[in-house]
C-alpha cells in the first residue's frame, strides 16, 4: 500500500462557523497506481491531496505514507517525509523564473545540499521531449513545456508518490493532454504512485481508477479497468 487514509476529517474554523472539508474519508491507494479525484469546486479535493502530501494536518483520523503514519510527525519529520517521498505538481507549474529548466528541476536536489543524479535527469528530459530546453528560462516555454519541467521536478527526488492538484488547469486541451500522456509515461517507466485532482471527465478516465469527492467525503470509487491489477 501506498497511500492509506483511516477516517480523516479536517475541519476549518472560519470565523464562527467550521467548514467540514473532509468528512471520514477513507482511501487506500496501491503502489503504483494513478489515481484521480474528481469532484465539484469546494468538495475537498485539494484538502485532501495537501493531507496526504504533509502540506496541512489532520483534525482526526490517520494518513500512512508506505507503513508510516504521517499525521502527528513533528513539522521536521514531516518537511523530511514530505521532500524525500512526495513529488508536487501544481496547476500554475510554479517555477522560478529566474532559473533556467535545468536549473528548476534540480532545485529541490540542491535545497538538500545533494548531487543532482545528471544521467537520471537527462532521461526524464528525453521522455518528456525538453532536452533542448535544457538551458530555457520558463517564460520562453509553452504551458505544456513548463508543465513537463515541474513533472521532472516533481520526480527530481524519485519519489514514491506524485500528487497533482489540477496540472493541467492552466492548460488547453491539447497541451492538457501531452501533460497527462507524459504522466502517464512516468508512471510505466519509474512506477510512482499519482494522484491527480481534475475536473476533466476525460482526463480522469484516463487513469486507473477515479475517487469522487462530494461534501468532503468520498461518494464513489471505482478501477477504470484491470491493467494495473498486478500492482500492489
Ligand atoms: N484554509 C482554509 N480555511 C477555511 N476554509 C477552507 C480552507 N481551505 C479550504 N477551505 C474550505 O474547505 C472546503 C474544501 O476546499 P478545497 O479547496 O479542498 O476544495 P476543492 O475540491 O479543491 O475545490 P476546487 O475544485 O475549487 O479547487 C471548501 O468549502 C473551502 O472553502
Ligand atoms: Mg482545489
Redesign the pocket.
Known amino acids: 500500500m501506498a497511500i492509506k487514509t483511516v477516517d480523516l476529517c479536517k475541519i476549518?474554523e472560519?470565523g464562527e462557523k467550521e467548514?467540514k472539508?473532509l468528512n471520514n474519508v477513507n482511501v487506500e491507494i496501491k503502489k503504483g497506481e494513478l489515481v484521480a479525484i474528481i469532484?465539484k469546486?469546494?468538495?475537498?479535493?485539494?484538502?485532501l491531496l495537501n493531507m496526504i502530501g504533509g502540506l496541512d494536518t489532520p483534525t482526526s483520523g490517520e494518513i500512512y505514507i508506505g507503513e508510516k503514519e504521517i499525521s502527528r510527525l513533528s513539522d521536521d519529520e514531516l518537511t523530511e517525509s514530505r521532500r524525500n517521498r512526495i513529488g508536487f505538481i501544481f496547476q500554475n507549474y510554479n517555477l522560478i523564473p529566474v532559473l533556467n529548466v535545468y536549473e528548476n528541476i534540480t532545485f529541490p536536489v540542491q535545497l538538500d545540499g545533494r548531487k543532482p543524479d545528471d544521467n537520471y535527469i537527462e532521461d526524464m528530459l528525453k521522455v518528456l521531449e525538453i532536452s533542448s530546453k535544457k538551458t530555457a528560462l520558463p517564460s520562453s516555454l509553452s504551458g505544456g513545456q513548463q508543465q513537463r519541467v515541474a513533472i521532472a521536478r516533481a520526480l527530481v527526488n524519485h519519489p514514491e508518490i506524485v500528487l497533482a492538484d489540477e496540472p493541467t488547469g492552466n492548460l488547453d486541451m491539447a497541451m492538457g493532454n501531452e501533460v497527462i500522456k507524459f504522466l502517464k509515461k512516468m508512471n510505466e517507466l519509474y512506477n510512482q504512485t499519482i494522484v491527480i485532482?481534475t475536473?476533466d471527465q476525460d482526463i480522469a478516465a484516463q487513469m486507473d481508477r477515479i475517487i469522487t469527492i462530494a461534501d468532503g467525503s468520498v461518494i464513489n470509487d471505482k478501477e477504470v479497468c484491470i491493467k494495473n491489477s498486478s500492482k500492489k
Not at 469546494?42 to 484538502?47: A, F, I, W
Open positions: 476549518y472560519s467548514i472539508a469532484g469546486s469546494g468538495s475537498g479535493k485539494t484538502t485532482v475536473h
